[in-house]
């Protein structure tokens, strides 16, 4: 039985969509970051680092919410994982991309300029991920003048990866990236994201 620890309002959002586009049963520990039960010895054992998500396949366990979708996409055919090397690597550069420009960025955003008490946020911080985020909206934008998917012509990980961790962007005023924002909501609009959304509360 497949496994899932991490609540939807986390990166386990990226692995609860993937499931369900998958069609895939699971059990579902429905752990908020930094809740006591993961920082149980435990859970310890299967992360040390005690961040969510983390997904255990029988024994096999595996933590980074890009890597587990890698793997769920890759066991379980549902025509998400490319099928050719080329696009499997175009498919990793987009996740890579994705968590090293735009992840820390898009959260950074939202909480200093909206989520955190007011006398908590720093707008400075807001104002620096706001660039962060600008910089990345357009790399999308030119990547999909051209085509509705960021690899080959069909909806697949690496959509999945960089539009999931894109949650925010939903409430946001894209139209200054059409592209982005279209491929953004052809994304979330799909049930198995819709599904996922409505696990947030
Ligand atoms: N790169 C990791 C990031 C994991 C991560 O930072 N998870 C957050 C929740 S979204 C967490 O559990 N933070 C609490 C902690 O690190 O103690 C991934 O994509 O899975």
């Known amino acids: 039985m497949l496994k899932l620890y991490g609540a939807a309002r986390s990166r386990a959002v990226r692995n609860i969509w993937m ?18 039960e993961t920082k149980s010895p435990e859970f310890l054992k299967l992360n040390s680092s005690g961040a969510v998500p983390v997904l255990d396949d029988n024994g096999f366990v595996l933590s980074e919410s890009m890597a587990i979708n890698f793997y769920l996409a890759k066991k379980h055919d549902g025509g998400l994982y490319p099928s050719t090397p080329e696009n499997v690597a175009r498919a990793l550069q987009w996740s890579f991309w ?9 959260v950074n955003h939202a909480r200093h300029s909206s989520d955190l008490p007011v006398n908590e946020r720093n707008p400075e911080v807001a104002e ?15 990547a999909l003048e051209k085509t509705d998917w960021l690899v080959d ?26 592209n982005t924002q279209s491929w953004l909501h052809r994304c979330w609009d799909r049930p198995a994201a819709q599904k996922a959304k409505g696990m947030r509360g």
């Not at 994705?98 to 898009?106: K, P, Q, S, V």
């Not at 620096?128 to 030119?142: G, M, P």
């Open 98 to 106: 994705e968590t090293d420009r735009l992840d820390r960025a898009i």
């Open 153 to 178: 012509s069909a909806f697949s990980v690496a959509d999945l990866n960089v539009a999931s961790a894109m949650f925010r962007g939903l409430a946001l005023d894209l139209s200054e990236w059409p």
């Open 128 to 142: 620096t991920a706001w660039k962060d985020c600008v910089h990345s909206f357009q790399i999308l934008n030119t």
């Open 19 to 36: 499931l369900n586009e998958l069609g895939l049963d699971y059990e579902h520990m429905d752990w908020l970051p930094r809740s006591p």
